[in-house]
């Protein structure tokens, strides 16, 4: 291990003033803190017989130096021991610095070789040995240069500002950041909550002002401290990196430098006094992993650029350097993938009182400002884009032009496509009583390639290169410039951006709908349908963006205004491509998962084109809704409201789409909830409509879902007055709790409905209704799940009395219910009954005793429908599986499934599950998972496998402890036995030779196996090659690796069918 460079304060004295219990106290922290390992080297010992001198000669020769200074403040802190923890983070600040050998103060340490500077020097590949070229270097950073750096990003905010359409931009640049100060503190050298370097993201859609953030905290970092010793701060482009060939650390950092580069190697000293910002890492198109590729020995070779970023991001490269990051949320996982414990801040651009604020200033009135923000919250989508003041700016644009007759601004403002079509075509058209402009026809089509181009290549950025390639010329710019939709960019000359990203994907769209030929190069690989794949998708997220506004522009009546306001020819056939590209194409599947169906229902909208959405629609019969937001709402009741040949719906509906019935206390709530009430019921109301239109409607699943009492009563009213035939409906966790009573009020006397599910319900309403419902002449229930309900023990009463009574209910599931002794012995005096004629039913969780298995013996005894019974999950014991044995040993008993997964059952308990399959019973599938039977357990099931009246067809032993030891037993009953087809050895280590008594075994013998589950070492090539000789041997033997999570699907629960 290299040795730690100096630490920023003495380590020693601090932990000096530790008693031997604090001492060892703080020892017991560090491990705990180590977030990579750095103690793994040092043997436990030395640091538990270290004292307090000692530890720190520890730490400081052989863990980094940053890691030290972060997890001694931390372990003071947790110690409650702040007066030290305050004391080491004022030396770090350098309050009261302690003096190190040879070099003073920080002055002195820039002409002392072989000290700090020329060791980090040497990590950036910089040679800084001669104490005059320090003293050089130290006079090229003058305090007149540090000013007019400032000056120069001072110009760059409000320039960004005044190009973004920010409000009041040349009012002081300072208001920029006032919400985001106490988000941030670390960005700010005077407000640091601790002396650690930490990586910032600033994470946020298009627009919303990242980078005019990221270089006011630059401003302000660059504030603190005198000016011989005031703080740095370096700026770098991912745009620029990505196109950067080999350098070194020094040549990447030297542009940004404020002052001469000599200056640079005197900044990268005080590495802790410096902030460098990353800005637009979505530009920097380099997978993850090549920014994670190793920096090599040399650390200061020459490298790529990306590679360099990545040692900075990962902090192999200046880590005590502040790192702050942008990026948009699509590039957010990536970068995560290569950061280590950022802190996220969201940057949201305008709140919502500033776009109120922003529209009155902008349309001079309030009554106008209100009609554009009551369009603007009308549309989910249009008040995400919205927080961006560009999108503001063009809303009101587009108001503030004159109407024409029978003109809707409701319909202007209800997709994205409209709005930016409107406001793309009123900046082309003259204005009233002025001479006519003339159309930039001929240019359009450059500027939608260079768009498309754009968005091929997942840049917003567009170089004087990008431009020669395209063979785009800088004139046929000019009258877009000129109009505010393309905007020259102060990041390099020659450079373009768009007014704001969705304008750019607009146009790129637009290039598909222009008649007259193709685009750009590469184009052919570049149609509709490329553009629409999920592959492509998945690589290239801008693309989602594009394909809306592609169907946006599939409406006639919107490419007509395009080509009219451009003076250009258009394309109206672009509707059938997308048909055949999406919906009538069976690799997209366009309606097959939740997240297709979301992508699918939010393009069909945009079109805003009925009959494209009818045909659209037109087949489908299964749909899985995940409704997020009032706009998805919009969006699923637009489209499903023309389905017609619906069979099967699932719906989810996240908190917030609906006012929740709980919050809304006080008026000002009640005022809010009026209003959403208002906005989203008659999106609901035409979603519910699909009952009245669908009449092959057979299965209906609402989970997870928050709904309000309005929403709850229009569904309630449709599914009531419509003519279905649901046959299954499920109903699991949903609020509010009422809703449950009001679904079963629904569904009485239903004689379609055979499969009903109530889960999550805490209230104890519903239960009367249900058995209504089960005693009604017309019902014809088979299949009830009853889970985690809330019930007394008068209604389980009830429940027990209706199914003898019902004539038609063959499962029952009853799955998380807390039921009393009491509750269990009425439930088994339905089953003594003669016409109960339940066949399925589970109990588990439900806090059965052994007590409750005598009267389920006795129950057992008489019963002869019931075939599968889950017991799962109960506390019966050994004792319990006692009684449960003497019912089933009883020759009219007809059970065949029988389900004691984690049962707290022993070797004593397989004992009489072995007595009872040596006697000829019915029993053929036994679940005995998560229970500890040992060897000897085991030994006694073996005895039963052995016997040719066991009738066991499937063995789940799942977790049950079962050593390499206990395989021999268990080859040799797998040898003797003809019966068993499933066996579940899963979740026991059975090692290399606990596998190959069971290999052999079967390749010898003719076993009766077809399925074998195993916890498979898939690593050992020795267990890899009995497998395969295993399978070769008989090919009908199916060898499963077991990787279920019993937390989520049970090994057994697929034979023990609902």
Known sequence: MVPAAQLGFNL??????????????????????????????????????????????????????????????????????????????????????????????????????????????????????????????????????????????????????????????????????QRYETLVPSCNAKMLAGPFAQTVVLHGAAGVGKTTLAKKCMLDWTQAGPARARPAALYLSCKALSRRGPC????????????????????????????????????????????????????????????????????????????????????????????????????????????????????????????????????????????????????????????????????????ATSLLLRFLCSRVAPAPGSCPRPRPRAPLRALCLLAAEGVWAQTSLFEPRDLRRLGVREADLRPFVDRSLLLESGECAGCYRFLHLSLQHLLAAALYVLG???????????????????????????????????????????????????????STELKHELLACTVRSPENGPFSSVTDTRETLCRLYESQDEPLVKEAVAQVTEVSLHLKDPTDLAHASFCLKHCERLQKLRLRVEKGVFLDDDTASGSEAQAAGSQNDEHVLPFWMDLCS????????????????????????????????????????????????????????????????????????????????LCEILRHPKCNLQ??????????????????????????????????????????????????????????????????TEACCKELSSALIVNQSLTHLCLAKNALGNGGVKLLCEGLSYPDCQLQMLVLWYCSIGSNGCHHLSTLLQQNSSLTHLDLGLNHIGITGLKFLCEALKKPVCNLKCLWLWGCAITPFSCEILASALGNNQSLI??????????????????????????????????IDESDPRIQKLLKEVQESDPQLTIESDKQDPNNNRPSSHDFIF
């Open 690 to 769: 699909i009952f009245d239109s669908n009449k092959d409607l057979v299965f209906l699943d609402i989970s997870q879902t928050f709904l309000s009492t309005s929403s709850v009563k229009i569904l309630c009213e449709k599914l009531s007055s419509a003519t279905h035939n649901l046959q299954k409906v499920a109903l699991k966790n949903v609020s509010p709790a009422d809703a449950y009573r009001d679904f079963c009020v629904v569904f009485g006397g239903h004689e379609t409905l055979t499969h009903l599910t109530l889960q999550g319900n805490d209230q104890d309403d519903m239960l009367p209704i």
């Open 516 to 570: 007259g030929g193709e685009g750009g190069p590469g184009w052919g690989a570049r149609g509709v349908r490329t553009l629409l794949s999920k592959e492509e998708g998945r690589r290239n997220p801008h693309l989602a963006h594009v394909g809306r506004f592609l169907f946006g522009l599939a409406n006639e009546d919107r490419v007509r205004e395009l080509g009219a306001a451009f003076g250009c020819p258009v």
């Open 982 to 1015: 499933s066996l579940d050895l899963g979740q026991n280590s059975l090692g290399y030779s606990g596998v190959k008594m069971l290999c052999n075994t079967l390749k010898l013998q003719n076993s009766s196996l077809r399925t074998l589950r195993l916890r």
């Open 783 to 848: 299949c009830l799940r009853l889970v985690s309900c809330s019930a007394s023990a008068q209604q389980w009463a009830h429940l027990s009395s209706s199914l003898e009574i019902n004539q038609s209910l063959t499962c029952l599931n009853l799955t998380a219910n807390e039921l009393t002794d009491e509750s269990a012995r009425l439930l088994c005096k339905t089953l003594r009954h003669p016409k109960c004629f339940l066949q399925r039913l589970s109990l588990e969780n439900c806090n059965l």
């Open 248 to 415: 070194t650390l020094a040549e990447l950092l030297a542009d940004s430098a404020p002052g001469p580069r000599r200056a640079l190697p005197r900044l990268l000293a005080r590495a802790r006094t410096l902030l460098l910002v990353i800005d637009a890492f979505e530009e920097l198109r380099v997978p993850a992993a090549a920014l994670a590729r190793d920096l090599g020995g040399d650390r200061g070779a020459r490298r790529p650029a990306p590679v360099l970023l990545g040692g900075l991001l990962k902090r192999k490269l200046l880590p005590a350097a502040t790192l702050l990051v942008t990026t948009r949320p699509e590039a957010l996982g990536e970068l995560r993938l290569v950061v280590e414990q950022p802190l996220l801040v969201e940057v949201e651009g305008l709140s919502e009182p500033e776009r109120r604020a922003y529209l009155r200033r902008q349309l001079g009135g309030e009554a106008q400002a209100r009609r554009a923000w009551q369009l603007m919250r009308s549309n989910a989508a249009l008040l995400r884009l919205g927080s961006a003041p560009a999108v503001c700016w063009m809303l009101g644009a587009c108001l503030r032009l004159p109407a024409d007759e029978g003109d809707d601004p409701g319909r202007t403002c209800r997709t």
């Open 12 to 177: 020693q004295p601090l932990l000096e003033q530790l008693s031997q219990d604090e001492l060892n106290e703080f020892k017991s922290l560090l491990r705990p803190l180590s977030l990579q390992d750095e103690l793994q080297h040092i043997p436990p010992t030395e640091v538990e017989e270290a004292d307090g001198k000692q530890l720190a000669e520890i730490l400081t020769n052989h863990c980094p130096s940053h890691w030290v200074e972060m997890v001694t403040i931390q372990a003071f802190d947790k110690m409650n021991r702040t007066d030290l923890s305050e004391k080491a983070k004022d030396e770090l600040r350098g309050i009261t610095r302690t003096p190190e050998p040879k070099c003073a103060n920080l002055e002195e340490t820039q002409q002392c070789p072989g000290e700090e500077e020329p060791a980090l020097a040497q990590m950036q590949g910089e040679d800084v040995t001669d104490p005059e070229e320090a003293k050089e270097d130290s006079k090229g950073e003058e305090p007149g240069k540090q000013d007019e750096y400032r000056s120069i990003l001072e110009e760059e905010i409000w320039q960004s500002r005044k190009k973004n359409f920010w409000p009041e931009a040349s009012e002081n640049i300072h208001m920029v950041t």
